[in-house]
């Protein structure tokens, strides 16, 4: 059977479903050349397959080895609706790849004049100079180069030449696609694991940082009383389904083992460089998170949140917090399935109440409404990420609105996720 590259090449959509519809899939993944599906999809024109991609949560600043993004492909191909579509959903018009060039060098190389006029009049510069001075004016024809730079001046934009080394735009997300083999791989070899130092250490376990087929990752060896061949069975059981490869705001579990001599469990997980949410929030990271920042923050985690209320059955023992918000290299929010509670974990003990619904405190896990009681907790996300005082003159009116609309003291009255999503993505274009 062909890969999901193959498919996305050749444009065979339903195969292409169909890869999708199983969550142990990773849309973002890279084949032998750090191509993602995304990528090929764009390269041959393949619109239908790039709505699919698109609508999934493909990464679309995703670059490939060479630094390109899926917008280098569809300029260079002279794909003019794919290239709106990327446009449309914040692709970088200015990104450049290992030599320097944007997707706008492509179009004016290749001589597509219409994809050149739209990237320009979507804020792509026709004086930044690849590695070798040349800007994409030099690379077009002396037609297309004199409609460029008139629309260029209309829009305010200088004509003096931006070096190479200055090309630094703001917004560029250099990301790569992740190893397309780790997901194939839910059984791990303890000794394949390197461990490389301790990074935490709660009420369910350890933390350390570690390597694993040559990728950086966390390792979560879970204390457990007592081990019995009951609970080494659940393990097993239990761990693979929390491998959920298919959302880009859902951080899944690579693998699980259980180590001798103890035998501990352990389960696997990609390290996340900024730490999870609640690190960056509270405890005094680098990173400045501003109202727009906050808002893609609550975007991502209202999108993850949305997809797992999709799954039956869905996933149980997941509690949402800002503990267990992952924030990503390129400042993504991905909710992180290392942090389900699995079944034999500290049964009927409740951590984190802060973030829990009231009635999830009261009643038994079986009488609890998940959806709604989810919704209470991202309302406390929402609060951390609000009140923050990095943003005067503290929360914003349209995030405490939407605060008491999901903090609602009636369960049955309090909206679902994918009614959420639309609001914030409304509030993020203003």
């Not at 446009?87 to 320097?100: F, L, S």
């Not at 992740?178 to 070899?189: E, F, M, P, S, V």
Request: one cysteine or more; charged letters at 25%; a neutral charge.
């Amino acid at each position: 059977m062909d890969d999901i590259f193959t498919q996305c090449r050749e444009g065979n959509a339903v195969a292409v479903r169909l890869w999708l519809d199983n969550t142990e899939n990773d849309l973002n993944q890279g084949d032998d050349h750090g191509f993602s599906p995304l990528h090929w999809a764009c390269r041959e024109g393949r619109s239908g397959v790039v709505d699919m991609l698109i609508m999934r949560g493909a990464r679309i600043n995703v670059m490939n080895r060479g630094d390109d993004t899926p917008l280098h492909l569809a300029a260079s191909h002279g794909h003019r609706e794919i290239l709106a579509k990327l446009i449309q959903c914040k692709a970088d018009t200015n990104a450049a790849n290992e030599h320097g060039n944007t997707p706008l060098h492509y179009a004016c190389f290749w001589g597509h004049d219409q994809v050149a006029e739209d990237l320009v009049s979507n804020g792509a510069q026709v004086s930044i100079c690849n590695k070798y001075g040349e800007t994409p004016l030099d690379k077009a024809k002396p037609p297309l180069a004199a409609n460029l730079k008139e629309l260029a001046e209309k829009q305010g934009q200088s004509l003096m030449k931006v070096p190479y080394k200055d090309n630094f735009w703001k917004g560029t997300t250099r990301t790569r696609p992740r190893n397309g083999t780790l997901n194939k791989h839910a059984g791990i070899d303890h000794k394949q694991l390197n461990m490389v130092g301790k990074i935490n250490e709660n009420h369910s376990g350890e933390l350390w940082k570690g390597r694993w087929q040559g990728t950086e990752v966390v390792v979560k060896m879970l204390f457990v009383r007592e081990w019995t061949t009951r609970k080494s069975r659940d393990f097993n059981e239990e761990y693979p389904k929390l491998r959920i490869f298919s959302h880009p705001n859902v951080l899944p579990v690579l693998g699980g083992c259980q180590s001798p001599p103890a035998p501990n469990p352990i389960v696997i997980t990609h390290y996340m460089p900024y730490g999870s949410l609640y690190n960056v929030l509270h405890e005094g990271t680098n990173f400045v998170v501003d109202q727009t920042q906050a808002v893609k923050f609550a975007l991502d985690i209202a999108c993850g949140m949305a997809f797992l209320h999709t799954l039956e059955p869905m996933i149980p023992r997941h509690y949402l917090n800002s503990k267990s918000v992952m924030i990503d290299e390129d400042m993504t929010a991905r909710i992180s399935m290392a942090d389900v509670k699995l079944s034999f974990q500290c049964p009927g003990r409740m951590y984190s109440p802060a973030w829990v619904a009231p009635e999830a405190l009261q009643k038994k896990p079986e009488e609890i409404n998940r959806r709604s009681s989810d919704m209470w907790s991202f309302a406390v996300l929402l609060w951390e990420l609000g009140l923050r005082p990095t943003i005067p003159p503290g929360i914003s009116p349209h995030i405490c609105k939407l605060m008491k609309i999901c903090m609602n003291e009636d369960p049955a009255k309090r909206p679902k996720f994918d009614m959420i999503v639309p609001i914030l993505e409304k509030m993020q274009d203003k």
